[in-house]
Structure formats: C-alpha cells, structure tokens
C-alpha cells in the first residue's frame, strides 16, 4: 500500500481501492455497484468518446479536527449535474442516488481521506457518460455514471497566496449560448491551448472575457472570479459562466459579513478599480489575484500591490475553510457529517 506525503500532494490522481458505478439502461437507473477496478469497458461507438457526451462534478470532503468527516454541499452538486445532464441530453441522476454514491465511495476509501492537519482534502469526482452506441449525432440510449475519490493538496502551488493570470484574447472557453454554464468535458477540452499559453508565459492560469465582444470579465480558466471593492462582492453575470457552488457560498458568507452583493456583467477595464479580486471553485478554493496581463493589449491590471492576499480574501477564505472543518457553525445547512460506522 503508498504511503501518502498528506501534505505534499498535489491536486491529481491518487489510485483509490474503490469506486462506485450506477448504469442506465432500458430508461432507467440501476443498482449502485463497487469496483475495485480503475478501467471502464466501452463500445468504440459511444457518443461520449466521438460527440462528447459527457459531463462531470467536482465535490471535497474533509477530516475535521473533532474526527468527523464532512461533505461539502453535495446535493448542489447534484443539482448542477442535473442541469448538465439536461444541456447535453442525459438522464438525471437523482439527488438521493447521487448522495448515496457519494457517501459511499467515501465510506469505501476512508484511508484516503487526508488528516485535518495537512490542509489536504478529499476529492470526489462524478461523471456521467453515453455508453451507448451511435453514428449519427444523437444522445445514446446507455449511459453510466462512475464516482472516483482522490486526495489532494491545492489546485495552484504555494496554497494561499496570489497568482498571476493572462487573458487570451484569440481562444474562447464558452460561446453565449453554448455549453459554458454546463459542467460538460467539451469546455475543459476548449481551454487547453489558452492554458498553456498561459502557463508557457509564465502565468498561473489564463482569463478569460466574453466570447461575443470580449469586453467583460467570464472566468478565471476552470474558476469563477470575484472582486472587491467599497465593501462589495463583486461577481460576473453570464450565460456561459459555470455556476460555482463555492461562489454561492462566498456570497451569502459576504452578506453575512454585512458586505453588499452585485452579480452583474464586469467591463474588463473595471479591474483597476478592484481593492481585492480572487478565483474561486472546489479545487482552487479562494485563490487570490495578484495581477492579470491583458497579452494584446499590453495593459496590466494590478490587484494586489504587495503581491499578498487582502483582508477580505482572507477573512472570507478562513470562514469558508472554517465551515467545512466544521470549527464554525454551519447557519447554512452545507455540510453533512459522513455516518462512518
Ligand atoms: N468554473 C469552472 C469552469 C469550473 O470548472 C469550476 C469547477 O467546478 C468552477 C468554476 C467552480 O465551481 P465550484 O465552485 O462549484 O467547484
Ligand atoms: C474546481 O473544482 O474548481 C475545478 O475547476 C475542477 C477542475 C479540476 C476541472
């Protein structure tokens, strides 16, 4: 058995001694299986593999310092796949099927869940695919649903602290009427070449501005992004933005720090008016900004003058964190304790 550096992993593939699988066929869901194996046997005619009819979650449980292990707002993950599956003509999963598979494949896989103290936590990943067999461009009549776990460290390297983003004018992630607020594979695929562009640039991640006029703000690569400023939380209203559950959270958490709220289309240029501004989402948490690099234009638009998180990403960073460990209450009804008997 690997013995895991906790503290040391990074956001990856750790191989886990179960998953859980759920088939549709015949117009209805099945039983929940577990497996101990980590391939998939698919028709080479499956319209996930040519017409990408595919869509996925991203969810985290954490061991908590009291022992308990908690799970972060599964049901709105549940939700949200709900609603990709209608985007791309999938059956929904239930919210009760969705639950008892995660619940399960963490209860299976408990070793790997990281201690409280390395910061690590426990990824889980949903996905539903078309397993069915088709030529001609139409939803399959099979489709499976599967559920890994993973461990992992944070998403950008050195935790907690400011990264730098460029935004990639030639390369868009999500077209207005597109796939982009659907959590479908299609748009990651979309995002890899500005990705690297990003990265081989020396940047953290590249940004993006939307697809019609490239004129305001959509995301932070696989991140939603938000800004502050005059006690505000600031956050982009989009048809092709992925609804972020950890935006959701961060928005109630800043009214109930007595913060306004203001989801509304971002002009580009309003980035020099920023205080703060962060990327959030499940693996990169809050991931505060330190500066984004308009790589056409030139302009640079410069968040943190210090290169250092501020107050507000952090005050709403360790509420955020708090919650999950179960230290703060949690007002919200997000968490739920994992029966582990
Ligand atoms: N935006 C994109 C494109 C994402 O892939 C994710 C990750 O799921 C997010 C935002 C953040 O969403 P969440 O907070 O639900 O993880
Ligand atoms: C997130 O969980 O925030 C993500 O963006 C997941 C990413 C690895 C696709």
Same mark, same amino acid.
């Given at each position: 058995m690997q013995q895991l550096d906790w503290a040391n992993l990074p956001f990856g593939y750790v191989p886990s001694d179960y998953n859980v699988r759920c088939y549709y066929r015949n117009g209805r869901w099945g039983e929940v299986e577990v497996t101990s194996s980590d391939t998939i046997n698919i028709h080479m005619a499956a319209t996930c593999l040519h017409y990408s009819q595919e869509g996925f979650e991203g969810l985290k449980a954490f061991r908590c310092p009291d022992g308990k292990v908690r799970i972060f707002r599964m049901q709105a993950n549940a939700e949200r796949l709900q609603n990709t599956c209608r985007g791309i003509l999938m059956p929904e999963l239930p919210t009760e099927r969705f639950c008892e598979m995660v619940r399960r494949v963490i209860s299976l896989n408990t070793?790997?869940?990281?201690?409280?103290?390395?910061?690590a936590s426990l990824y889980i990943r949903p996905l539903i695919i078309g397993t069915g067999a088709q030529v001609g461009v139409r939803a399959a009549d099979e489709y499976l649903c599967v559920m890994f776990v993973s461990p992992v460290g944070p998403y $950008?390297?050195?935790?907690f602290a400011t990264n730098n983003y460029a935004?990639?004018?030639?390369?868009?992630?999500?077209?207005?009427?597109?796939?982009?607020a659907y959590k479908v594979g299609s748009n990651y695929v979309a995002s890899l070449l500005a990705n690297k562009l990003a990265h081989d640039k020396g940047y953290s991640c590249e940004f993006y501005l939307d697809a019609?006029?490239?004129r305001y703000i959509e995301e932070c690569g696989a991140a939603n992004f938000f800004g502050i400023k005059n006690n505000t939380y600031v956050t982009p209203k989009s048809t092709s933005v992925l609804p972020s559950i950890t935006n959701r959270s961060l928005q109630q958490l800043a009214r109930d720090l007595g913060m306004a709220v203001e989801c509304r289309p971002i002009p580009?240029?309003?980035?020099?008016? $920023?205080e703060e501004a962060g990327a959030c989402g499940t693996a990169a948490v809050i991931s505060p900004i330190g500066k984004i690099d308009d790589l056409d234009t030139g302009k640079s638009y410069v968040i943190s003058k210090d290169g250092q998180p501020g107050p507000v990403c952090e005050r709403l960073y360790h509420l955020y964190r708090d919650i999950q460990y179960g230290i703060q209450p949690d007002k919200h009804g997000w968490v739920e304790v994992l029966d582990l008997d």
């Open positions: 070793r790997l869940i990281p201690p409280y103290e390395s910061g $950008f390297k050195g935790g935004i990639v004018r030639q390369y868009d992630r999500a077209a207005p009427l597109g796939t982009g019609k006029e490239k580009v240029e309003e980035l020099d008016t $920023f």
